[in-house]
């Protein structure tokens, strides 16, 4: 009689567990919430990855903010490129939502007076670093909600902060307090206008685009310009099209393609990058290695001869 009674508890609390398992499976609220997300911040520096100063960085950022998500950008930034790390913030920059906080470390004046600062734009993203330029690019296509300079120390790590070592003791800092939440307007005062970089614009007139060679894709030595495939196209060439391009003052030949495998290897080409601009290219070799060129380096395309 006994056995029979426990048998008879126990399928009664497993009929009850199945009961609430249903009713929460079920239920409109729970069915209209979508899972709730880590803060994310990514993170780009030149400090490379010889050494421990990258995991320094992350070890603050979680500290402040456990479950924190961190995409590392890269830290292969060429050594004091502000250039390459304002190219790197744009193309990247994209490809995240709205409230992604942006951490860059790429700061040949640290500790001089250069400003650091945080600065949100119309998108909605956050952007934590040095006041140098690294933010000209995307503040050019995207605009400026707001910029705040880094001055509250309870934001930052320690009670002496080095000179030399800002990416540790107020970039990252800052970077995860305004990735859990926190107020980003209590940083510090507002700054009216960002430090930009000399970037002249690519130009077209009867002769052809004059444009200028600004980065060097990673490691294969792809030529990254200022030229958009809108301007390019002006000129008239269409694939298939051969043209001579000057490049550092050395004129190239070479036909404008899809993609490397149209031309045969260690052939040059232009062809439209990722990022919608006109890029040079060897099949399976370095254009910049090959041609010796060190960017920043002016370019000419002619027009397409009639």
């Known amino acids: ?22 009713v929460l499976a079920t ?3 729970l069915a209209q919430q979508s899972p709730v997300q880590p803060p994310t911040v990514v993170f780009m520096t030149d400090f490379g990855v010889i050494d421990d ?19 590392d950008l890269t830290h292969q930034v060429n050594a004091f490129s502000i250039r390459d790390g304002a ?12 409230g992604t906080v942006f951490v860059a470390v790429v700061d040949p004046g640290v500790g001089s007076s250069r400003k650091a600062v945080v600065v949100k734009t119309k998108r909605g993203q956050f952007f934590v ?39 540790r003791d ?18 510090g005062p507002v700054v009216k206008e960002l430090v930009r970089l000399d970037l002249k614009p690519a130009s077209v007139d009867d002769k052809g685009l004059t444009g200028e060679v600004i980065a060097l894709d990673g490691p294969f030595g792809n030529l990254v310009t200022n030229i958009s495939a809108e301007d390019f196209l002006k000129l008239g060439y269409r694939r298939g099209d051969k043209l001579k391009v000057t490049i550092a003052g050395h004129e190239v030949e070479m036909p404008f393609v899809n993609t490397f495998s149209d031309v045969p290897l260690k052939q040059p080409l232009l062809f439209i990058d990722s990022r919608g601009r006109a890029s040079f290219a060897l099949n399976q070799a370095s254009f910049a290695v090959v041609y010796k060129v060190d960017p920043p380096q002016p370019l000419f395309i002619p027009r397409k001869p009639h």
């Open 170 to 187: 107020i970039f990252s800092p800052v970077g995860a307090h305004i990735a859990r939440g926190d107020d980003w307007t209590q940083v």
């Open 27 to 29: 239920s409109p609220l």
């Open 53 to 71: 100063s990258v995991a320094l960085c992350k070890g603050v950022m979680y500290s402040i903010a456990p479950n924190l998500r961190i995409v």
């Open 87 to 98: 190219l790197f913030l744009f193309g990247a920059s994209p490809y995240f939502p709205a």
């Open 129 to 167: 670093l040095p006041d140098n330029g690294l933010m000209t690019l995307v503040e050019d296509r995207d605009g400026i909600e707001g910029i705040r300079e880094l001055t509250n120390p309870e934001w930052m790590v320690g009670a002496k902060i080095s000179s030399t070592f800002h990416g």
């Open 1 to 22: 009689m006994r056995m029979t009674l426990d048998l008879a508890r126990k399928s009664q609390r497993t009929f009850g567990g199945w009961l609430i398992l249903l």
